[in-house]
């Protein structure tokens, strides 16, 4: 077995025991990227080997710094890295190179993590497939033509081939969820507020996106957690941090699971997603977890109708100074296009009535869990698609009328900001990965996390390893 075989967490313990120094670990999941990434293109804007080896060796000999002291990572494209090229896959910042890390860089780098590169994300993160004009398309590790999802697919895809130990992703729609369900891995979208951002611009409507962890093993995603979370004193609404990795033990036997399926028909789905789901659930059921399918608690399209309002408002503000230059709105794909156009002729009265009806939904969720202990839908509702798609148009024959509309099953989660875990599923007829969601109420992300440990030790999915 390679080093890069390991989860972070036995290599954090073996780092900090001395069994293996940092310029092994390195050196060795260099090696994999070598071997893998130019198929792949998950890894993007490497640093040189031989200073990544210096910096390792120097971590050799250095008293640990945190739980990532010596673990190479790659950071998503999204978040900038001090001194490292950041572009969020937009050939308006090809070339630029941050004076200092955004927050979640810098716990993470403060924990002992060395960056080798960052990891590749659509244009602006929009949409769930991860390609860009500055870095090219990230391939699917299970099957070289279709898509690692979105916005965190580098990431995702990195983890699945044994590129990168650990890895941060974010999630405003579905982004930490959906490329973990594509790529057989896990991806943690936490509370809203578990994690915070920085103090730029507006933080006080923008509560839609967080960051978070994702990883081979549950176990790995607690502790990466742990990093990322605690309070920032500079933005609002924040939430304590926990020692996750502490509280991963979980007893199933009477915990209650509502399962959603497709929302009472309301979410279409490819054949064979559903059947996975249930399989999946299963699991629980065999651990003495009552599972019951339920009806869905509030109207699909009410959801919706909030959702795409507040996010055009939140795209269209934040997007709006490049989108007033004709030269820099020339060089924005078409799908941030359209976000911010959604926002231009938005009116106060929209916004309230989109808050209030996010507010209702979030009321009516509540007492689901006065009854559940956590409830389950698809992470997706299509397999793992053609790369030379941009997004799908249609599952089943009815037309997706928006570029994202393909994934609406993961906003009755992502728009009251709920912790949810994407757990792996295993393999459909094709051989191609998917996963499901398990959410809990604001607040239960470590009851969930504790949820996801049990299933994981069950099954380690992410244990079957892509094709070589």
């Known amino acids: ?46 640093r040189e080997r031989d200073v990544l080896m210096a910096e390792a060796r120097v971590a050799d000999d250095a008293a640990p710094v945190g739980w990532l002291h010596g673990l190479p990572m790659a950071v998503k494209d999204l978040c900038a890295t001090k001194g490292l090229r950041t572009t969020w896959g937009s050939p308006l910042f090809a070339d630029f190179v941050p004076e200092k890390d955004d927050l979640l860089a810098a716990r993470m780098r403060g924990a002992g993590a060395i960056f080798i590169g960052k990891t590749n994300t659509p244009e602006w993160g929009h949409g769930s497939h991860s390609f860009n004009p500055v870095h090219g398309v990230t391939r699917n590790p299970y099957d070289l033509t279709r898509t690692a999802g979105g916005s ?9 081939t044994r590129m990168l130990p650990v890895a941060d992703g974010s999630d405003m729609m579905g982004s930490l969820r959906n490329p973990a369900a594509f790529c057989n891995v896990y991806g943690f979208r936490p509370s809203w507020g578990l994690v915070p951002g920085d103090a730029e611009g507006d933080t006080f409507l923008a509560t839609l996106a967080t960051e978070g962890p994702m990883g081979r093993t549950v176990e790995d995603v607690a502790r990466l957690l ?12 924040d939430r304590p941090n926990q020692p996750f990795a502490d509280l991963l033990t979980c007893d199933l036997r009477g ?38 399918a339920v009806a ?10 909030s959702w795409v309002t507040l996010r055009a408002m939140l795209n269209s503000n934040g997007m709006r100074d490049r989108y007033s230059d004709p030269a820099k709105r020339a060089l924005i794909k078409p799908e941030t296009i359209w976000e911010i156009e959604q926002g231009l002729g938005l009116s106060a009265d929209a916004v309230h009535a989109a808050s209030v009806i996010r507010s209702q939904y979030f009321a009516a969720m509540a007492r689901l869990f006065q009854t559940y202990d956590a409830v389950v839908l698809p992470v997706a509702q299509v397999w793992p698609f053609p790369v030379e798609w941009r997004w799908p148009q249609s599952i089943n024959g009815q037309t997706m009328d928006t570029y994202h509309r393909w994934m ?11 912790p949810a875990i994407s757990l792996p599923l295993g393999f459909g007829a094709a051989g191609l990965p998917m996963g499901m ?6 607040g239960a992300d470590a009851k969930v996390l504790a949820m996801a440990q049990s299933y994981h030790l069950a099954t380690d999915w992410p244990g079957q390893r892509p094709p070589q």
């Not at 967490?9 to 999941?29: F, G, Q, Y």
């Open 152 to 160: 965190s697919g580098g990431a995702a895809a990195g983890l699945a």
């Open 437 to 442: 969601q398990l959410a809990g109420p604001l």
């Open 408 to 418: 609406e099953v993961v906003i009755p989660i992502s728009l009251i900001g709920l």
């Open 226 to 237: 742990q990093v990322q979370a605690g309070p920032n004193p500079d933005v609002p609404f």
């Open 296 to 305: 869905p608690p509030f109207a699909a399209e009410r959801i919706w109708q």
């Open 1 to 46: 077995m390679r080093l890069s075989d390991l989860s972070a967490s036995d290599l954090s313990r073996m780092i900090a025991a001395r069994k293996v120094a940092p310029s092994e670990v390195m050196a060795d999941h260099l090696d994999r990227i070598a071997a893998v990434n130019p198929a792949v293109n998950a890894v993007i804007s490497l």
């Open 255 to 292: 915990k209650r699971i509502a399962w959603l399926g497709d929302w009472g028909g309301a979410y279409a789905m490819e054949p064979g997603i559903l059947d996975l789901c249930e399989a999946g659930l299963r699991v629980f059921q065999d651990q003495g977890a009552v599972v019951e």
